[in-house]
């Protein structure tokens, strides 16, 4: 059973950075692209960051220069680096995972796998 278990979420003042990590279990994701959505209330979810297994990287522009996709195929973990947070990053993330894809994906369609998400609280 696949499994995607997000960490790090929490309360930050704007101008701070957190850390999210989504480790996966059940399979390998190795050459897999791999996502991070956001869902603020009321509002549908959106693209945030994506990672195709090359390690190629893609944001959407609200978080470029600010947050950073990476992963680490050892651990079979994704995380996404966020600094300088505005109170608008404010959302549950969602980590998510293509199945059998390596390309980048940018849309909720594109994922197979979801976690249950982390909530980012930033304050002003």
């Known amino acids: 059973q696949v499994q995607l278990l997000e960490s790090g979420g929490g309360l930050v003042q704007t101008g701070g950075s957190l850390r999210l990590s989504c480790a996966a279990s059940g399979r390998t994701f190795r050459t897999n692209a791999m996502g991070w959505f956001r869902q603020a209330p009321g509002k549908e979810r959106e693209f945030v960051a994506a990672i195709s297994g090359g390690s190629i990287t893609y944001y959407t522009d609200s978080v470029k220069g600010r947050f950073t996709i990476s992963r680490d195929n050892t651990k079979n973990t994704v995380y996404l680096q966020m600094n300088s947070l505005k109170p608008d990053d404010t959302a549950v993330y969602y980590c998510?995972?293509?199945?059998?894809?390596?390309?980048?994906?940018?849309?909720?369609?594109?994922?197979?796998?979801w976690g249950q998400g982390t909530q980012v609280t930033v304050s002003s």
């Open positions: 998510a995972a293509r199945d059998g894809y390596y390309g980048l994906g940018y849309a909720r369609g594109d994922y197979d796998y």
